[in-house]
């Protein structure tokens, strides 16, 4: 089984700076992609940031410019650097990983998630 652990969520003031952090570990064989979702109270979860093992990312409009989606590093490991923080951006982020744990079997995964609060 493969497990997702998100961390460096918190409380930050209207501006400022955040980096999550998403460690990806178990029965790895191969990662194709990972990413970031966030959901905020009362809407559905939406895609923040992906980067495929190519390096091909993605951003939703509401981040690009402001946030940034690091490379899949050795230690399976993706951040998520967040800056002109608004209170818009207030959620849950999670990291998702699409990923092989063998050959030939692959599957979604998703970590619990890690609260973000930016106040108005």
């Known amino acids: 089984q493969v497990q997702l652990v998100e961390s460096g969520g918190g409380l930050v003031q209207p501006g400022g700076s955040l980096t999550l952090s998403c460690s990806a570990s178990?029965?790895?064989?191969?990662?194709?992609?990972m990413g970031w979702y966030r959901q905020a109270p009362g809407k559905e979860r939406e895609l923040v940031a992906s980067i495929n093992s190519g390096g091909s990312i993605n951003y939703a409009d509401a981040v690009r410019g402001r946030f940034t989606i690091s490379r899949i590093n050795a230690d399976n490991t993706v951040y998520l650097q967040m800056s002109s923080l608004k209170p818009e951006d207030t959620a849950d982020y999670y990291c998702?990983?699409?990923?092989?744990?063998?050959?030939?079997?692959?599957?979604?995964?998703w970590g619990r998630g890690t609260q973000v609060t930016v106040p108005s």
């Open positions: 998702n990983g699409y990923i092989y744990s063998d050959y030939k079997t692959w599957d979604a995964f």
């Open positions: 178990g029965s790895i064989f191969r990662i194709v992609s």
